[in-house]
T-cell receptor, first 113, second 115 residues
Framework: DAKTTQPPSMDCAEGRAANLPCNHSTISGNEYVYWYRQIHSQGPQYIIHGLKNNETNEMASLIITEDRKSSTLILPHATLRDTAVYYCIVRDPYGGATNKLIFGTGTLLAVQP | DTEVTQTPKHLVMGMTNKKSLKCEQHMGHRAMYWYKQKAKKPPELMFVYSYEKLSINESVPSRFSPECPNSSLLNLHLHALQPEDSALYLC??????????????FGPGTRLTVL
Protein backbone atom coordinates (compact mmCIF):
# COMPACT_ATOMS: atom_id res chain seq x y z
CA ASP A 1 0.00 0.00 0.00
CA ALA A 2 1.05 3.57 -0.64
CA LYS A 3 2.42 5.30 2.44
CA THR A 4 1.40 8.81 1.42
CA THR A 5 -1.77 10.87 1.54
CA GLN A 6 -2.48 13.61 -1.00
CA PRO A 7 -5.55 15.74 -1.76
CA PRO A 8 -7.39 14.30 -4.77
CA SER A 9 -7.45 17.55 -6.71
CA MET A 10 -6.25 21.17 -6.71
CA ASP A 11 -6.62 24.20 -8.94
CA CYS A 12 -3.99 26.80 -9.68
CA ALA A 13 -4.03 29.95 -11.80
CA GLU A 14 -1.59 30.09 -14.68
CA GLY A 15 1.58 31.95 -13.74
CA ARG A 16 1.07 31.46 -10.01
CA ALA A 17 2.93 29.06 -7.77
CA ALA A 18 1.36 25.63 -7.30
CA ASN A 19 1.93 24.12 -3.86
CA LEU A 20 1.11 20.42 -3.68
CA PRO A 21 1.07 18.89 -0.18
CA CYS A 22 1.85 15.32 0.80
CA ASN A 23 1.57 13.58 4.17
CA HIS A 24 3.88 10.68 4.96
CA SER A 25 3.64 10.38 8.72
CA THR A 26 5.02 6.81 8.85
CA ILE A 27 8.13 7.53 6.79
CA SER A 28 11.21 5.69 8.02
CA GLY A 29 14.72 7.09 8.35
CA ASN A 30 15.96 5.43 5.16
CA GLU A 31 13.08 6.51 2.96
CA TYR A 32 13.31 9.34 0.47
CA VAL A 33 10.39 11.37 -0.84
CA TYR A 34 9.98 11.18 -4.63
CA TRP A 35 7.63 13.13 -6.85
CA TYR A 36 6.45 12.04 -10.27
CA ARG A 37 3.74 13.45 -12.48
CA GLN A 38 1.62 11.97 -15.25
CA ILE A 39 0.21 14.15 -17.96
CA HIS A 40 -2.90 12.72 -19.58
CA SER A 41 -2.20 9.78 -21.92
CA GLN A 42 1.54 9.84 -21.20
CA GLY A 43 3.87 7.82 -18.97
CA PRO A 44 4.85 9.19 -15.55
CA GLN A 45 7.71 11.67 -15.44
CA TYR A 46 10.21 12.04 -12.61
CA ILE A 47 10.26 15.51 -11.02
CA ILE A 48 12.43 15.58 -7.90
CA HIS A 49 13.35 13.69 -4.74
CA GLY A 50 14.83 14.42 -1.32
CA LEU A 51 15.68 12.92 2.05
CA LYS A 52 15.51 15.72 4.60
CA ASN A 53 16.96 18.85 3.04
CA ASN A 54 14.99 21.06 0.70
CA GLU A 55 15.77 20.39 -2.94
CA THR A 56 15.41 22.47 -6.10
CA ASN A 57 15.88 21.67 -9.76
CA GLU A 58 14.81 23.18 -13.05
CA MET A 59 11.29 21.80 -12.69
CA ALA A 60 10.33 22.31 -9.05
CA SER A 61 11.26 22.73 -5.41
CA LEU A 62 10.69 20.19 -2.67
CA ILE A 63 10.20 21.35 0.90
CA ILE A 64 10.36 18.63 3.57
CA THR A 65 9.33 19.43 7.14
CA GLU A 66 11.90 18.99 9.88
CA ASP A 67 10.10 15.93 11.30
CA ARG A 68 9.85 14.56 7.72
CA LYS A 69 6.19 13.69 8.17
CA SER A 70 5.06 15.89 5.32
CA SER A 71 6.38 17.67 2.25
CA THR A 72 5.32 20.19 -0.37
CA LEU A 73 6.13 20.23 -4.05
CA ILE A 74 6.28 23.74 -5.45
CA LEU A 75 5.94 24.59 -9.13
CA PRO A 76 7.02 28.25 -9.06
CA HIS A 77 5.18 29.50 -12.15
CA ALA A 78 2.54 27.01 -13.23
CA THR A 79 1.64 26.77 -16.91
CA LEU A 80 -1.22 24.97 -18.66
CA ARG A 81 1.25 22.21 -19.54
CA ASP A 82 1.68 21.47 -15.83
CA THR A 83 -1.87 20.10 -15.66
CA ALA A 84 -1.30 16.50 -14.57
CA VAL A 85 -1.66 13.97 -11.77
CA TYR A 86 1.17 14.46 -9.27
CA TYR A 87 2.31 11.46 -7.27
CA CYS A 88 4.20 11.67 -3.98
CA ILE A 89 6.01 8.42 -3.18
CA VAL A 90 8.21 7.37 -0.27
CA ARG A 91 10.84 4.83 -1.07
CA ASP A 92 14.00 3.37 0.38
CA PRO A 93 16.32 3.37 -2.65
CA TYR A 94 18.61 0.81 -1.02
CA GLY A 95 15.84 -1.35 0.37
CA GLY A 96 16.30 -4.48 -1.70
CA ALA A 97 12.93 -6.11 -2.26
CA THR A 98 11.19 -3.08 -0.79
CA ASN A 99 12.88 -0.76 -3.27
CA LYS A 100 9.77 -0.22 -5.38
CA LEU A 101 7.78 2.73 -6.60
CA ILE A 102 4.34 2.31 -5.08
CA PHE A 103 2.05 4.94 -6.54
CA GLY A 104 -0.81 6.30 -4.46
CA THR A 105 -3.85 8.01 -5.92
CA GLY A 106 -2.03 11.32 -6.45
CA THR A 107 -3.30 14.88 -6.84
CA LEU A 108 -4.88 16.07 -10.07
CA LEU A 109 -3.54 19.61 -10.55
CA ALA A 110 -5.64 21.68 -12.94
CA VAL A 111 -3.92 24.88 -14.06
CA GLN A 112 -6.53 27.42 -15.10
CA PRO A 113 -5.92 30.13 -17.72
CA ASP B 1 18.96 9.70 -25.86
CA THR B 2 16.75 9.83 -22.75
CA GLU B 3 13.78 8.09 -24.22
CA VAL B 4 11.98 4.84 -23.55
CA THR B 5 10.04 3.65 -26.57
CA GLN B 6 7.14 1.23 -26.58
CA THR B 7 5.42 -0.54 -29.44
CA PRO B 8 2.69 -0.81 -30.42
CA LYS B 9 0.90 2.30 -29.16
CA HIS B 10 -2.45 0.54 -29.30
CA LEU B 11 -3.31 -3.16 -29.42
CA VAL B 12 -6.66 -4.92 -29.71
CA MET B 13 -6.64 -8.67 -29.20
CA GLY B 14 -9.04 -11.52 -28.67
CA MET B 15 -8.91 -13.82 -25.67
CA THR B 16 -7.33 -16.63 -27.70
CA ASN B 17 -4.64 -14.50 -29.34
CA LYS B 18 -0.94 -14.38 -28.57
CA LYS B 19 0.73 -10.99 -28.81
CA SER B 20 3.81 -9.21 -27.48
CA LEU B 21 4.52 -5.73 -26.19
CA LYS B 22 7.98 -4.31 -26.77
CA CYS B 23 10.03 -1.77 -24.89
CA GLU B 24 13.43 -0.34 -25.75
CA GLN B 25 15.90 2.07 -24.15
CA HIS B 26 19.38 3.16 -25.14
CA MET B 27 20.41 4.96 -21.96
CA GLY B 28 22.58 2.11 -20.71
CA HIS B 29 20.11 1.41 -17.92
CA ARG B 30 20.37 -2.00 -16.27
CA ALA B 31 16.96 -2.12 -14.61
CA MET B 32 13.70 -2.33 -16.54
CA TYR B 33 10.11 -2.47 -15.34
CA TRP B 34 6.59 -3.32 -16.46
CA TYR B 35 3.62 -1.53 -14.91
CA LYS B 36 -0.11 -1.91 -15.51
CA GLN B 37 -2.45 1.08 -15.23
CA LYS B 38 -6.22 0.79 -15.28
CA ALA B 39 -8.31 3.82 -16.15
CA LYS B 40 -8.26 6.53 -13.46
CA LYS B 41 -5.98 4.42 -11.25
CA PRO B 42 -2.26 4.75 -10.44
CA PRO B 43 0.32 2.51 -12.12
CA GLU B 44 0.90 -0.87 -10.47
CA LEU B 45 4.21 -2.67 -10.67
CA MET B 46 4.19 -6.04 -12.45
CA PHE B 47 7.79 -7.10 -13.06
CA VAL B 48 11.32 -5.84 -12.48
CA TYR B 49 14.41 -6.94 -14.36
CA SER B 50 17.86 -6.18 -13.04
CA TYR B 51 20.87 -6.95 -15.22
CA GLU B 52 18.61 -8.96 -17.51
CA LYS B 53 17.41 -11.22 -14.71
CA LEU B 54 13.91 -11.20 -13.29
CA SER B 55 14.17 -9.85 -9.75
CA ILE B 56 10.56 -9.02 -8.87
CA ASN B 57 7.30 -10.64 -9.99
CA GLU B 58 4.36 -9.06 -8.21
CA SER B 59 2.30 -12.25 -8.31
CA VAL B 60 1.28 -11.59 -11.88
CA PRO B 61 -0.82 -14.31 -13.60
CA SER B 62 1.13 -16.59 -15.92
CA ARG B 63 -0.78 -15.35 -18.95
CA PHE B 64 1.70 -12.44 -18.77
CA SER B 65 5.22 -13.59 -19.55
CA PRO B 66 8.11 -11.10 -19.44
CA GLU B 67 11.35 -11.47 -21.31
CA CYS B 68 14.55 -9.45 -21.32
CA PRO B 69 16.59 -10.55 -24.37
CA ASN B 70 19.33 -7.97 -23.73
CA SER B 71 20.00 -4.90 -21.64
CA SER B 72 18.16 -2.59 -24.04
CA LEU B 73 15.02 -4.61 -24.70
CA LEU B 74 12.09 -5.75 -22.62
CA ASN B 75 9.15 -7.76 -23.92
CA LEU B 76 5.84 -8.71 -22.40
CA HIS B 77 4.26 -11.78 -24.02
CA LEU B 78 0.50 -12.02 -23.74
CA HIS B 79 -1.57 -15.18 -24.08
CA ALA B 80 -5.16 -16.05 -23.23
CA LEU B 81 -5.89 -12.69 -21.70
CA GLN B 82 -9.20 -11.69 -20.17
CA PRO B 83 -11.20 -8.51 -20.85
CA GLU B 84 -10.26 -7.24 -17.38
CA ASP B 85 -6.63 -7.19 -18.51
CA SER B 86 -7.44 -4.23 -20.73
CA ALA B 87 -5.25 -1.38 -19.49
CA LEU B 88 -2.31 0.88 -20.27
CA TYR B 89 0.93 -1.07 -20.01
CA LEU B 90 3.90 1.07 -19.10
CA CYS B 91 7.56 0.24 -19.42
CA UNK B 92 10.24 2.06 -17.42
CA UNK B 93 13.98 1.89 -16.98
CA UNK B 94 16.50 3.15 -14.44
CA UNK B 95 20.25 3.19 -14.14
CA UNK B 96 20.11 0.42 -11.58
CA UNK B 97 17.44 -1.05 -9.34
CA UNK B 98 18.95 0.52 -6.27
CA UNK B 99 20.60 3.81 -5.51
CA UNK B 100 19.73 7.29 -4.44
CA UNK B 101 19.75 9.00 -7.85
CA UNK B 102 17.79 6.28 -9.50
CA UNK B 103 14.79 7.88 -11.10
CA UNK B 104 12.75 5.79 -13.47
CA UNK B 105 12.17 6.89 -17.03
CA PHE B 106 8.81 5.83 -18.39
CA GLY B 107 7.69 5.11 -21.92
CA PRO B 108 4.36 6.39 -23.31
CA GLY B 109 2.68 3.04 -22.80
CA THR B 110 0.72 0.55 -24.90
CA ARG B 111 -3.06 0.84 -24.69
CA LEU B 112 -4.33 -2.77 -24.67
CA THR B 113 -7.92 -3.78 -25.29
CA VAL B 114 -8.94 -7.42 -24.86
CA LEU B 115 -12.20 -8.40 -26.55
Amino acid sequence: DAKTTQPPSMDCAEGRAANLPCNHSTISGNEYVYWYRQIHSQGPQYIIHGLKNNETNEMASLIITEDRKSSTLILPHATLRDTAVYYCIVRDPYGGATNKLIFGTGTLLAVQP
Amino acid sequence: DTEVTQTPKHLVMGMTNKKSLKCEQHMGHRAMYWYKQKAKKPPELMFVYSYEKLSINESVPSRFSPECPNSSLLNLHLHALQPEDSALYLCASSQDRQGRNNEQFFGPGTRLTVL
